[in-house]
């Protein structure tokens, strides 16, 4: 397997990867997120990665910049969405994106990591529920329990809450 930066040559790929990785009802809100964001462009940038094998894309992650209001010294990503294909499920492809990707944001000092999604999965990351109490999503969360968060590198964090603020492509109640 090849790890390397996603494109937007990537888009078709890409999106039928999140078709058939997720459930029909939530699969086009997800799939126009992980397309979108090949064409947003943030600072710090949006990263965007492909796992291949055999030239095929079989995964995908992005991390995208979060801004945390009052708190501009804390760099903070979130990582959204996450998808490997049906037929290459369990087999690393997920860990080694993810790993990937937080090497990538270590190296570039960045503070903390939030990810929406299901603990049972990202509590095997080190993600935690309470890492992220005190930071306000944009909309709310249908399932609050979802909302993670790792610290990667030295970072007084907030003790009283916070709103953060996401890249345009993650403005949609319906991701939330
Ligand atoms: C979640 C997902 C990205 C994991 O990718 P993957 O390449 O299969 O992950 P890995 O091989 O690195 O890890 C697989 C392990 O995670 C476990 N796992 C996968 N999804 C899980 C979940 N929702 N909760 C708990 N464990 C989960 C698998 O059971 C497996 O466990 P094992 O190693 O004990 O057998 C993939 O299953 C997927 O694309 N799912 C559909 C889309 C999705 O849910 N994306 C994440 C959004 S929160």
């Known amino acids: ?19 058939s990785a997720f459930p029909e009802s939530e699969n086009e809100i997800v799939a126009k997120l992980a397309t979108d964001l090949l064409f947003e462009h943030s600072n710090p940038p949006i990263i965007a ?25 804390c760099q903070a990503y979130i ?18 994106l993810i790993t990937y990707g937080m090497e990538q944001l270590s190296d570039r000092g960045v503070h903390i990591v939030f990810v929406y999604g299901d603990p049972n999965y990202y509590g095997r990351f080190g993600f935690k529920t309470y890492l992220a109490q005190n930071y306000k999503t ?5 399932y609050p329990f979802g909302w993670q968060a790792i610290t ?3 970072c007084n964090l907030k003790n009283s809450p916070a709103s953060i603020h996401c890249v345009s492509s993650l403005c949609d109640p319906l991701l939330w």
């Open 138 to 142: 944009p909309y709310p969360l249908q």
């Open 1 to 19: 397997m090849n790890i390397r930066t996603a494109e937007t040559r990537d888009y078709d790929d890409i999106r039928r990867l999140y078709l």
């Open 79 to 96: 990582l959204a969405p996450l998808a490997v294909k049906p037929d290459f499920q369990k087999q690393g492809i997920g860990s080694a």
């Open 152 to 154: 990667i590198c030295e």
């Open 49 to 73: 990665l492909a796992a291949e094998i055999d030239g095929s894309i079989v995964g995908h992650i992005a991390f995208s910049p979060v801004r945390i209001d009052t708190f501009e010294q």
